[in-house]
């Protein structure tokens, strides 16, 4: 019933708009309106013109400046400073052309309005105003490349041999994160190794380097120490987006990416510099890989150097909480798998030996 | 001049007017199967038209979700169906099938076939002075595989797994992998089939734009004689020529990976508990190959626009366009660079910063000859007598358009800064800006100037007022928020802004955003009700109605098949002679020699008087103004 009283309102309102301008439109033939002649509402545009420009620019000032700690993420990178200050000064400059551009274009809109006997200007060209603005854009955007250039060249520079290694997986919908363990050096993957089981890293355990990985589904970060992403994907193109670090690098299936950055900011400092005792940082996905793309979130923490070592120590390997993948461990690699691991501290111990029979019992 | 062999039929002179086309042959052949080029632009206009409803509809349904993320949707499951979960909410999946299909929809369908296949088709023959195309047929052709692929894009739409759903750049190998998404498989496989006939009849059409502006031309009208909007449209053609074939072979390849068990995008996945056997292909290289038409593509939507707007803007302001021989310059420049600036879409891959620092320069190059486009606009504008018909309206709004989403694009092309801002929604904001919008508007703009010429009466003036004003603050309303939350990092295609705490602060400015979205789909059904309307009721149209120097308003009333019925006119001057100091009126056509006007000649070209007299007033002359 109600959708019915809408239709026929909604039927009713186009008949009574379509009546009005068949009124109007009749009234217009019958004062006979001159074929060529320029109408004399001509001038409300250049009004509505000067008028939409004059709220525009007010509205994009106002909210840019009241509302700007709402857009502006904090910063919490090295690299980020630079290339938010890239930003800020690419932002003046363009400001600056598009308030002088717009003015002109509307004050030009609102002053040349057609005036009945005046006849425009013949003024087809002139160089030397041509060659003005195709000089000055091009020096302003060669500074703004070489700045760019040179901020980019660094971000994208190899990382240090000291810097912290850390792989990032993207798949369907989540995140994994692993840590290379005691030796730093990740142990090598293969996409064909990953099972359903627990070995979702695909780590080969043929690699020595592979024992002391371990897994985390929350991206711990030291602050103050060259980062290293290792990214890759196992199913389709993901994106590893770090927002308040400005980092972002896709994930592609084949094709492992890294990014390097350092951190500044623990989350405790930022949770006093933003005033809020609840804020994270955040992991995000940026290229669209399926229905649950929106929700692919990591939670990200960033520690003071001591307490991010602190808090490796605490974690135990893969290969700990997967005991049963020692089978998978070639015979003369045991002994290192178990002391590298940590399932064994330094003798062999009962419990230890148990898991060995029992995973690797028919070598 | 190359002659044409269309065969001219004994035209009357139709004095009623009233009638459309009354030439031989019946309904089928003089409207369905029509080889005469003005038909085959109305039959793209009104496909367009028809395109760019569905996609602004499918907007509008991702922007309710996207503002409203609360609201109870049940109402759409008279149309949606089980695309409506049981609570009333959107499918995510479906979600992104919505933003997949506005995307190929809007870029392809409305952007390139409604734009130029419209515009192209109408204008070319008629301002260059020839009958028709150089083949109607394949004209013809170009149209009907447009049609096809239209109608296989369409149905894709109805299948049950949905269309396709991995973005309109359809990256591997979410697109080639049925198992990673529903979207990716009939639907992917029928908007392969739909893209391919798209790009033949891109091809079919480009092949026949070039000729014709290259070979047709009519007596006197040299390339520097040619009106904007040619030389937009030949500069159109050819980028497409070039670039669509590579979309061919990239839709080709995927074709190959989805059915044949190839792996050239494919390698090392294990998807849906097994791992594949697919290694050694490259996404990336899938990412080249697409970017490598989708850039140009970019210039593809966006030259035709401005040259419809570059000869509004002179016509309306009453004056030359300002730097004739820049603005041709500057879209040849744009042609050139617009192919080896692709790689700007994929600096974040994982691909070489060495070629992420090549990309940045030449990307930053190419806003060198935008802005000088822009300036030489609104040096147009400079005392002139600007009459505001509908079609100057949304001109102005364009070059707007043109300049606020084109400064952003400084951002992004900046390798350094694009890392914070690549696939946020500033990009969202840019393009839609710079592409979408303003390519809608010339498209709009072009319409309303030549509607009188397509239809022979006028659309209502003040509807179009209406419709412009309604549009253009909508479309900032839509589009300018969205910097605001691209700055804070919020990234494209999320069917959920609540996910994350570092951006679900923008409720108030997503419902404006949406609100404003639907407001604007609103005022567009003013424009279809003014434009069928006027079709058939509008007040008839004079021959000449905005005192206009170029070739089209030459033609009678209602053109026949053939254009003009007796000779072809010859064309003595450039297509920009308004407001001439000394000249009678404020216009001299470009079929008036310059015998005719002592008064207004300037010294050169008084000239060229002498030459005209030979009866092949074909002079290429150079820098005559």
New interface residues.
């Given amino acids: 019933m109600m959708s019915l009283i809408i239709v026929v309102g909604v039927v009713l309102a186009l008949a009574i708009l379509y009546l009005i301008?068949r009124i109007?439109?009749l009234v217009g033939?019958a004062k006979e309106k001159k074929?060529?002649e320029?109408?004399e509402n001509?001038g409300i545009?250049?009004t509505?013109?000067a008028i939409?420009m004059l709220l525009?620019l007010g509205a994009?000032f106002w909210?840019?400046f009241t509302?700007f700690d709402?857009?502006?993420?904090p910063v919490a990178s090295e690299h980020?400073v630079?290339?938010?200050m890239?930003?800020w000064v690419?932002?003046g400059?363009?400001v600056v052309?598009?308030v002088v551009?717009?003015i002109?274009?509307i004050v030009?809109?609102y002053a040349?309005?057609?005036?009945e006997g005046?006849?425009?200007?013949?003024?087809?060209?002139?160089h030397y105003?041509?060659l003005a603005?195709?000089i000055i854009?091009?020096i302003v955007?060669a500074v703004?490349?070489f700045t760019?250039?040179r901020?980019?060249?660094d971000?994208?520079s190899p990382a240090s041999a000291e810097a912290e290694v850390i792989e990032l997986v993207a798949?369907?919908f989540a995140w994994t994160v692993r840590y290379p363990g005691n030796d730093n050096t990740l142990g090598k993957v293969h996409?064909?190794l990953?099972d359903?089981f627990g070995n979702e890293f695909?780590l080969d355990l043929s690699d020595n380097k592979s024992f002391d990985d371990f897994k985390s589904l929350e991206l711990h970060l030291p602050k103050g120490k060259e980062i290293l992403l290792k990214?890759r994907a196992?199913?389709?193109?993901h994106?590893v987006?770090l927002?308040?670090f400005?980092?972002?690098?896709?994930a592609?299936?084949?094709?492992p990416?890294h990014f390097k950055f350092v951190a500044t900011k623990t989350t405790k400092e930022m949770r006093e510099e933003t005033g809020n005792p609840?804020?994270?940082y955040?992991l995000?996905?940026?290229?669209?890989?399926?229905?649950?793309?929106?929700?692919m979130?990591m939670a990200v923490v960033v520690d003071t150097q001591e307490d991010f070592e602190t808090w490796k120590r605490e974690q135990e390997t893969w290969l700990k909480q997967n005991p049963g993948y020692l089978e998978k461990v070639p015979a003369n690699l045991r002994e290192s798998a178990l002391i590298k691991s940590g399932i064994q501290v330094n003798t062999v111990s009962v419990e230890s030996k148990a898991v060995f029979s029992a995973g690797g019992g028919s070598n | 001049m190359a002659t044409t062999h269309i065969h001219t039929q004994d035209v009357h002179h139709d004095a009623h007017g009233d009638e459309h086309e009354h030439h031989e042959g019946n309904f089928w052949t003089n409207y369905i199967f029509s080889q005469d080029h003005k038909v085959i632009a109305k039959q793209f206009l009104i496909t367009g038209i028809f395109w760019a409803l569905l996609g602004g509809i499918l907007s509008v349904i991702f922007r309710l979700q996207l503002g409203f993320p609360d609201m109870n949707l049940d109402w759409l499951k008279p149309v949606l169906g089980g695309w409506i979960t049981p609570e009333g909410k959107l499918d995510p999946e479906f979600y992104l099938a919505l933003v997949t299909m506005h995307g190929t929809i809007m870029v392809f369908f409305v952007l390139t076939a409604g734009l130029s296949g419209t515009f192209s088709n109408f204008l070319i023959p008629l301002q260059c002075g020839a009958r028709d195309m150089a083949s109607g047929f394949m004209n013809m052709l170009s149209y009907w595989f447009f049609f096809l692929s239209s109608v296989i894009m369409f149905i894709s739409l109805f299948l049950s797994t949905g269309p396709a759903g991995g973005g309109w750049t359809i990256y591997p190998p979410l697109s080639a992998l049925p198992q990673a998404i529903q979207g990716s498989g009939l639907g992917m496989t029928l908007w392969l089939v739909a893209m391919a006939l798209f790009i033949v009849s891109t091809l079919l059409g480009g092949i026949n734009y070039i000729t014709t502006i290259i070979n047709m031309r009519t007596r006197g009208m040299s390339f520097t004689r040619l009106p904007l909007t040619i030389w937009a449209f030949f500069f159109t053609a050819i980028i497409g020529l070039l670039s669509f074939p590579v979309l061919f072979a990239a839709a080709l390849l995927l074709i190959f990976d989805r059915s044949l068990g190839t792996s050239f995008f494919l390698s090392d996945i294990y998807i849906g508990g097994e791992a594949l056997p697919n290694v050694g292909g490259s996404p990336i290289l899938f990412q080249h190959l697409f970017w490598f038409l989708g850039h140009p593509e970019v210039y593809i939507v966006l030259l035709p626009a401005l040259g419809i707007t570059s000869e509004i803007i002179a016509t309306n302001s009453r004056k030359p366009i300002f730097g004739y021989k820049a603005m041709i310059g500057s879209m040849l420049f744009i042609a050139i660079l617009s192919f080896i600036v692709w790689a700007h879409h994929m600096f974040v891959t994982g691909m070489n910063p060495f070629l992420g620092s090549i990309f940045m320069l030449l990307t930053l190059i190419i806003a060198v000859p935008s802005a000088v486009k822009i300036f030489n606009y609104v040096t147009t504008l400079w005392k002139g007598n600007l009459r505001f018909t509908p079609a100057m309206l949304f001109s102005i709004g364009l070059v707007s358009f043109f300049l606020t989403g084109g400064i952003t694009g400084i951002f992004l092309g900046n390798s350094a800064v694009d890392i914070q801002l690549h696939d946020t929604y500033f990009v969202v904001a840019h393009f839609h800006l710079v592409m979408g919008s303003a390519s809608f508007f010339g498209m709009l703009a072009g319409i309303y100037h030549w509607f009188p010429k397509m239809f022979g009466r006028m659309m209502d003036d003040r509807l179009g007022y209406i419709h412009f004003w309604v549009t253009f603050v909508g479309v900032y309303l839509v589009f300018f928020p969205m910097h605001y939350i691209g700055i804070a990092g919020f990234p494209r295609r999320y069917y959920s802004f609540t996910n994350f705490e570092f951006a679900n602060g923008f409720t108030d400015l997503n419902a404006l955003v949406s609100v404003a979205a639907i407001l604007t789909l609103a005022a567009q059904f003013i424009f279809l009700f003014n434009f069928f309307y006027s079709m058939f009721r509008g007040r008839l149209a004079p021959a000449n109605p905005w005192n206009s120097t170029t070739l089209e308003w030459t033609t009678p009333r209602f053109p026949q098949h053939g254009n003009w019925p007796g000779e072809i006119p010859a064309v003595y001057r450039w297509p920009y002679d308004y407001s001439k100091p000394g000249a009678k009126e404020d216009f001299i056509p470009q079929t008036i020699p310059f015998s005719e006007t002592p008064e207004s000649n300037f010294p050169n070209e008084n000239e060229l008087i002498k030459l005209e007299g030979n009866g092949h007033g074909a002079i290429v002359v150079e820098g005559k103004h």
């Fill in positions: 301008f109007s439109s033939i074929e060529d320029v109408s001509n545009h250049a509505l013109f939409f525009g994009f909210y840019s509302h709402s857009y502006n993420l980020g630079v290339t938010d890239l930003f690419t932002m400059i363009t052309a598009f551009i717009s002109i274009m030009f809109v040349y309005q057609y005036k005046r006849k425009a200007t013949f003024y087809p060209d002139n105003l041509e603005w195709t854009p091009a955007l703004l490349i760019g250039l901020a980019w060249n971000i994208t798949q369907q996409y064909q990953i359903n695909g990214i196992k199913d389709v193109l994106s987006f927002p308040h400005r980092v972002k690098m896709d592609v299936p084949g094709m990416t609840e804020f994270n955040e995000a996905c940026t290229e669209i890989c399926g229905k649950g793309h929106f929700s979130r």
